[in-house]
């Protein structure tokens, strides 16, 4: 394999240790440290705010200084956040753990152009394998993660959780080892050359319709992965069972990687775009058929599946409508929407279960990925005439 896909491989598998440990313990700790209880989770909102932020201007940066320029200051800014937020646990401040969290969203913000410098790396005809070998790194984090940190705590006891933050600080700084130990010659670490970036991508279909697939695998992912578990907690399942659901759930995520980019590759997008809605049609089914444990921990693998397939393959769709000199801009647009779907899936999801109960959004979600479907066999037709 071409090491420089190895190494994004890693880096994503240490980018993604740091994400379990925002997810499991970013609102216990706000729930700590916050003056007042309906502030415990804005540490965790902060993360995905840092992120839109720093997007597009990261995608501006490496399309200027290269793309390792870039992926190192996001390692750096998670080194940085992981410090600052030890250091708010010593001092029991709820401030320094907010600005923590804000950081950790630049660092999130690098991450998602991991797949994207995979393409620069390997062949048009290769380019889903390519994504896909990177994704493929956080099942790394997926599996190993979560013993890693119930040591590190253990190792590490007072203040509470110091030792997680102290791990998520040192495999930033692994991360940003890995990147730096790329060679000048590579691509990752040479900018595009310098010419005036065109916007032409943005009169083609096929770009919008590549982000609005990937940005609608993305937020229908993270708002039933944020309701699942206050579903679970309405039919009066605990907190540990919550927990085995959504990590089963990041194995969905992560496992299909291993064949997802060859489906691209050997099918063709909307293919794999059109089967990632099914599996998320299967999904939402399962949840409809009843709301057993087992019925939570396979609709919640089959939603990370779904995401999967459609996160590929929209990846791929997007990144054919543009050229190497509009590819910052380009990048840049898409991820920058794709994470405000993330954030509107998150506060879309705290709303809606306030209104409507498991079944019931499922079933709106049955209604709502035919109508996606419909839109994409539709522009395949057009394409094909």
């Known amino acids: ?70 992926f190192q ?102 991360a940003f080892v890995l990147i730096s130990g790329l060679s000048t010659k590579s691509k990752l670490s040479t900018p595009v050359a310098n010419q005036t970036p065109q916007t032409s991508f943005l009169k083609f279909p096929i770009y919008w319709l590549g982000v609005g697939n990937t940005a609608f695998g993305q937020g229908v992912m993270m708002l039933m992965m944020l309701v699942a578990p206050l579903a679970m907690h309405q039919h009066h399942y605990s907190v540990e069972s919550g927990m085995s659901v959504i990590g089963w759930h990041l194995v969905g995520m992560f496992l299909p990687s291993f064949i997802s980019g060859k489906l691209v590759d050997k099918l063709g997008v909307y293919s794999v775009l059109l089967a990632g809605l099914g599996v998320f049609a299967f999904s939402a089914v399962t949840s409809l058929l009843g709301t057993s444990e087992l019925h939570y921990h396979i609709s919640l693998f089959l939603l990370g599946m779904g995401w999967n397939l459609m996160y590929v393959a929209g990846t791929n769709q997007y990144n054919r409508a543009y050229s190497a000199t509009e590819k910052g801009r380009a990048q840049g647009m898409a991820e920058l929407i794709i994470a405000l779907a993330a954030i509107i899936g998150v506060v879309g999801g705290g709303v809606l279960i306030q209104s409507f109960n498991w ?27």
Do not use: H
């Open 73 to 174: 200051v996001g390692a750096l800014a998670g080194a940085v956040a992981a410090g600052l937020a030890m250091l708010a646990l010593s001092m029991q401040s709820f401030l320094l753990f907010c600005a923590a969290s804000v950081l950790m969203g630049i660092y999130q913000a690098s991450s998602v152009y991991y797949r994207l410098a995979a393409l620069d790396e390997m062949p048009p005809q290769q380019s889903g394998v390519a994504i896909a070998w990177v994704l493929s790194g956080s099942l790394l984090a997926a599996i190993f993660g979560p013993s890693l940190a119930q040591f590190a705590n253990q190792w590490v006891t007072e203040p509470k959780y110091l030792g997680a933050y102290a791990l998520v600080a040192m495999f930033s700084l692994l």
């Open 359 to 385: 079944q019931q959004l499922n079933t709106g979600l049955l209604v709502v990925l035919a109508l996606m479907g419909g839109l994409n066999v539709w522009m395949q037709t057009k394409q094909a005439r």
């Open 1 to 70: 394999m071409n090491p420089k896909i190895v190494i994004l491989m890693l880096a994503q598998a240490c980018y993604w240790f740091a994400v379990l440990v925002g997810i499991s313990l970013s609102t216990v700790i706000g729930l700590q440290l916050a003056p007042i209880e309906s502030l415990a989770t804005l540490p965790y909102a902060l993360i995905s705010v840092g992120a839109l932020g720093a997007t597009y201007l990261l995608s501006i940066l490496m399309q200027r200084s290269g793309r390792r320029l870039g």
